[in-house]
């Protein structure tokens, strides 16, 4: 077995994976459950001032492929809707219980210094290992001054982060909104105010469909709908690359990242970790399938270290950041052509109609005389933008290769064409 | 996915549920859940070898992605604009040598798409919503054309034909519309009335008469419809059945297969037809098999298709072959009927034994006997000739050029009664609606209109 354990921020972990603020983590019964199953650790569902938000019913709405598999939720929840002292006395109960596992007390005030402080205060008096600051709730919250207002406004992030970091001596986690045009701009407003780590992403403002019938957005509360927050396997795309813009941006060089968005699997966990990530959160998965799916992903992290020769999690962590380059640093030179392999081709024609109809016209249609089709790339006209192979339902049908051209590697500022 | 079906043990016989159970749906339809994950595994191929596999064309690859953006009112339309008995032909067609055969996954070892499974779950889809006919009529073109036959040729091109505004004619000897739809195929592939009600939804398009009891030959004469109409389209199917040429052929007990499955099909109660302890069926292709595996299905004890040469010269498919042994049917290869036997009624059945020998058959010189109260003879069924006099006929086909029409002008023919492929419902669909785009075309060529 690999070693999965882990620091983030500070805080040791038995392995990277922790359970996201939202409701897996809302009270004791579910975040023991979780400890069974093995998670080794839970941002807790964020913690507002007494009395407590009231939800709607109706929360959730889907996004699904037409095989009916989730691509991502959206939630219209607000945050923790029981009082605050029921969950500080069952965080105390949990940390008693369990000593190995981590608890991050996540929060929210309006922009107030008193409410921010004073609420940080008891939550690290309950025993939580840090703070997480949630900055990114998208819908309901915002509209009380809260969550994703203040992420959006770079002062503010800075503000509430010194205000926490000024009253607790525990690590404090800034958790950004994607719902910006720069990431870097919120990360660094982070980093200004004293976080030790920033956690991302939160949800993504969306409608995920609008019923037809009804003719309201769904999640539909009594013929009405509004947006919510979008997340799953979809919105990894989204967080990966927010993710590696922190992670390779040198103005805010070792500031620690908890990766979250769209993590379903070992694979997506290595990915994060790959471009830098320290830990991981995870939320829709777990809703989705339930607290086992940690199993695979422990197991398959483990066994893809193995086979790749990485005894610790630091033998890799941030090992893609270095090839994440700006386009103009790519070598215009660099030559690859499709190849289709005609023994495992099935004929069905995908990669020519995308090509013809889209690309290229690469993709040339022979007849193998006894009724079959055969399938050729003309290499003159392919410009290798890898359409086909992505169309190609056979695995590993159409190969994308590189060819050697003698050509030295050029980017496009030293490009004759760029003058 | 083949239903369990009951079988007579211990000498008792079935019950009228247990046959009723026998007769249901062959293939339970597609639940959404069931459909949605067999329209998943289509990749929605280009220009796919699907369509080119169907006789008529349709655009599956198409058909299953609006299944698969729930567009299943759509997707019946797809499938029956180019197909107007898609309904049937989902129910009937041996898509193992049609269709799925040529599925790509195939390739991979891989099963291929459910299509037939598919197109009856839009078809029904669509049938069942009670809405208004899918299809409209051109603006009437005053042409009028007369079908003979109410088969799926015939009411193929009736239903073209009315689309492209032309009324339609039907003369149809029999009682009911269908033809083998109703008088033939086995009735586990058209439970619940299937045929009548597919009828009704292709009358809907209008324009189309339909007049019941009126033969060509006896009630109606071809001179006389070449007078009265613009066109005709003859569509009468193989209306003769071949008869073995034995001593004891007229013994009570020897019937045609053909003539078997018409009085299954057309009865009331189910339990209520008599059926022998020990059958024969004689023949080796699809009506042979659905008579025995009926025969079995309606608790004769005993079945045994015996067909005079071997496995692979049936022209039943294997597929076929395989659903009458998992229904206890026996099959006798190189068999050869020699004599039926029995005085009052048939007792037993005696076969020649046959062997290929320098690629010719012969008999082997060895006689064996069967017991057998019940023979269905189902080696072939012809054309009757008779009625159609005055038309060329070559090989028991009407003989017609590239755009359908006979040797008379003005007179086309389509279906089983010519040879434009197999004898199929699904040819016989698409030979009624090319004949119909013909008789347009033909139409508008000689636009001077009959007084
Ligand atoms: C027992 C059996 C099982 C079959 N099973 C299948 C199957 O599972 N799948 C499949 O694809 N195909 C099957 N077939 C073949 C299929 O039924 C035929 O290919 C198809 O029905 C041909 O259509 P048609 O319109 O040409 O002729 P038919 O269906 O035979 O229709 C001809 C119509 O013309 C009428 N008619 C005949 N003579 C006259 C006349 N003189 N005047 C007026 N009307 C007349 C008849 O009453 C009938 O209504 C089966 C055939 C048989 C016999
Ligand atoms: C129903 C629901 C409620 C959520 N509530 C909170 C919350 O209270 N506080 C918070 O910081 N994030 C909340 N989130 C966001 C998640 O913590 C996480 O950032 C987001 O879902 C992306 O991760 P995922 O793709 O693994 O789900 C919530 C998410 C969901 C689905
Ligand atoms: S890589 Fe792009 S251009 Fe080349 S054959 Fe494939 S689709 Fe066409």
Redesign the interface.
Known sequence: MSDLSCTIAGIKSINPFWLASAPPTDKQYNVERAFEAGWAGVVWKTLGENPPVVNVSSRYGVHKD???SVMGINNIELISDRSLEVNLREIEDVRRKWPDRVIIGSMMAPIDEQAWKELAIKIANSGVHGIELNLGCPHGMCERGMGSAIGQVPELVEQTTRWVREVVDIPVFTKLTPNITNILVPAEAAMKGGAHAVSLINTVNSIVSVDLDAMAPTPIVDNKGTHGGYCGAAVKPIALNMVAEIARAEDIQGMEISAIGGIETWRDAAEFIALGASGLQVCTAAMLYGFRIIDDMTAGLSQFMKEKGYRTLDDFRGKAIANTVDWNQLNMNFDTKAFIDKD?C?????C??ACEDTAHQAIV?GDKGDGR?DFTVDNDECVGCNLCALVC??PECIEMRPVDNGLPPLTWPEHPANI | MVEKPAYPANGCTLSAAQIETNFSDLHKPLSATQAISAADSCIYCYDAPCINACPTSIDIPTFIHQIKTANITGSAETILAANIMGGTCARACPTEVLCEQACVRNHTGEEPVQIGALQRYAVDHLMAKDAPHPFSRAKDSGKHIAIIGAGPAGLSCAHRAAMLGHDVTIFEAKAKPGGLNEYGLAAYKMADNYAQREVEFLLDIGGITLEYGQALGQQVSLKDLQTRFDAVFIGVGLGDANTLNLPGNTLPGVENAITFIENLRQSEDKSELSIGSNVVVIGGGNTAIDAAIQAKRLGAKHVTLAYRRGEAQMSATDWEVDLARSNGVNIELWASPAALNGSAALESISFDSMIIEGGAYKKKGEIFTLPADQVLVAIGQTLSTSELQGLNIEKGKVVVNSRAETSLKGVFAGGDCIASGEDLTVQAVEDGKQAAHAIDQYLSANSETRA
């Open positions: 037409r095989n009916q495992s099935i004929e069905c024609g995908r020519h109609i249609i089709r339902p056979v």
